[in-house]
């Protein structure tokens, strides 16, 4: 049994939290790390047979789990493991910055970051990265922010100051955390520039790419870079662009040979195009200031990010976990390492079995590729006209008429670490039983976006 330590506000199985106590690096090593760190770093099983049995996990989390009553996560260690090996044989040999956002369970982020290949974190907000540093040196807050209060409990610790580094992309952005904290009476503040990394292409593709950052040019990078120079309680540590267009768009969705095709010839001709404008960018900030990092790609992009020699680490973490989503990728093959149980409620006819709730849909443009992915029984389909609901979904199939009231049904969400908002809690699976309960951001009274 692992023996990680929880907050003493954590009830496992419960609703109720309260502030967490603080991290304790010594303690946890003393009582969880070393266990946890130990399971996530052993050498993963790759025969097929193993593999082909972790692909469809369904059955065994079912009788691990049958004590437990729904709605509950699942995460499977071995799942885990062999995700977080194929993450770092991806990057051949660059450090991979895990995104919390695709995580949101801090056990896991801290026993990951004592596994050879990791190295750092990308948060999604300053709160998070300042909660997340206490225990983590070297956290990058992936956007910018305008969070006053934080920004001000950032600027006056000295350890936090010295652990995370903060996103900026405009003068409005250094304009805002010298008005929160004068540069006379703050710790210098770590920066990192954001570069837009989307795509003109010809008709019809028109901009790919997500928005983010105005610095598109190499010139408006350097002219933000001499910006931050100028400027006292700045120092410039880093350079980011996240070619979403490759990472986040899956290129073999079954049945959509023509898309994938284009997705393809699209993302050929960026990842050409961002390497030559990445590459200018980052030898212009260097001109200027030692770059500690150049971060850049996503799950989906490993490969071709790690290739770009001005890249010095890549993002990722929606790999580990695997919504199923990143299905749809050719150059990788993630094994389903979370799921979410719920149960029977209702059969309004022979052939058809309802659950309780299952609308927990992902972020993303609408569509069904957002809905959560029904697993198992086999042969089980959303209704139409209903779909995903938000406290009940009907389900048909040939395996609708076997179920009963009170059987469970599988899901998996369709982001990674979206299904973390959604429980307290995942039970930890290894080798078809129970071995423990790892709180969630939420479990953990945590909720920063």
Same mark, same amino acid.
């Given at each position: ?46 025969s097929t047979a193993d593999r082909r049995r972790l692909s469809e996990p369904w059955a065994a989390w079912n009788a691990a789990t049958a004590a437990e009553e729904p709605p509950f996560g699942a995460l499977d260690v071995r799942a885990l493991r ?9 990057? &051949? ?102 570069? &837009? ?7 019809? $593709? ?86 500690? $990092? ?28 695997? %919504? ?15 799921? $979410? ?16 709730? %299952? ?66 809690? $995942? ?23």
């Amino acid at each position: 049994m692992l023996a990680l330590r929880r907050p003493t506000s954590y009830t496992a199985g419960t609703g109720t939290t309260a502030p967490p106590v603080a991290p304790d690096p010594a303690r946890d090593q003393e009582e969880h790390g070393v266990t946890l760190r130990d399971l996530l770093s052993s050498a993963p099983d790759d025969s097929t047979a193993d593999r082909r049995r972790l692909s469809e996990p369904w059955a065994a989390w079912n009788a691990a789990t049958a004590a437990e009553e729904p709605p509950f996560g699942a995460l499977d260690v071995r799942a885990l493991r062999a995700n977080a090996a194929d993450l770092v044989r991806r990057a &051949d040999g660059k450090p991979v910055r895990l995104a919390s956002k695709s995580i949101r369970v801090r056990s896991i982020i801290e026993a990951l970051l004592d596994v050879p290949g990791f190295a750092g974190v990308l948060a999604f907000t300053l709160t998070e990265a300042l909660w997340l540093a206490r225990t983590s040196p070297d956290v990058v807050v992936g956007y910018p922010t305008a969070d006053r209060q934080a920004i001000a409990d950032l600027a006056r610790s000295e350890q936090a100051a010295a652990s995370v580094t903060l996103m900026v992309d405009s003068v409005e952005h250094l304009d805002l955390i010298d008005a929160v904290a004068s540069p006379a009476s703050r710790l210098p503040i770590r920066i990192c520039l954001d570069l &837009d990394a989307s795509w003109q292409g010809p008709a019809p $593709f028109g901009r790919l790419g997500v928005w983010r950052s105005p610095l598109h040019t190499p010139a408006q990078v350097r002219a933000l870079a001499e910006e931050v120079q100028r400027r006292p309680g700045f120092t410039l540590v880093g350079l980011m662009a996240y070619e979403a267009q490759v990472a986040g768009v899956a290129d073999r969705v079954p049945g959509r040979f023509a898309t994938n095709a284009a997705v393809s010839w699209f993302q050929q001709r960026s990842q050409v195009e961002l390497a030559e404008r990445r590459g200018e960018a980052v030898a212009q900030v260097s001109a200027l200031a030692d770059l500690e $990092f150049v971060n850049g790609g996503g799950t989906g992009s490993v490969e071709t990010t790690a290739a770009d020699p001005a890249v010095t680490e890549i993002a990722a973490g929606s790999g580990l976990f695997a %919504g199923h989503y990143f299905d749809a990728y050719s150059a990788f093959s993630p094994l389903p390492a979370t799921g $979410f149980a719920l149960s029977v409620v209702r059969k309004p006819r022979a052939d058809r079995a309802t659950v309780l709730g %299952g609308g927990w849909v992902a972020s993303g443009p609408p569509g069904v590729d957002r809905l959560p992915l029904v697993a198992y029984p086999a042969g089980l389909r959303m209704v139409p006209r209903e779909m995903a609901g938000e406290v009940q979904t009907p389900l048909v199939g040939g395996s609708a008429r076997r179920l009963s009231v009170g059987d469970r049904v599988w899901f998996r969400h369709a982001k990674s670490g979206e299904l973390s908002e959604r429980v307290n809690e $995942f039970v930890l699976i290894e080798d078809d039983r129970i071995v423990d309960r790892l709180p969630t951001y939420r479990g953990e009274g945590k909720a920063f976006l």
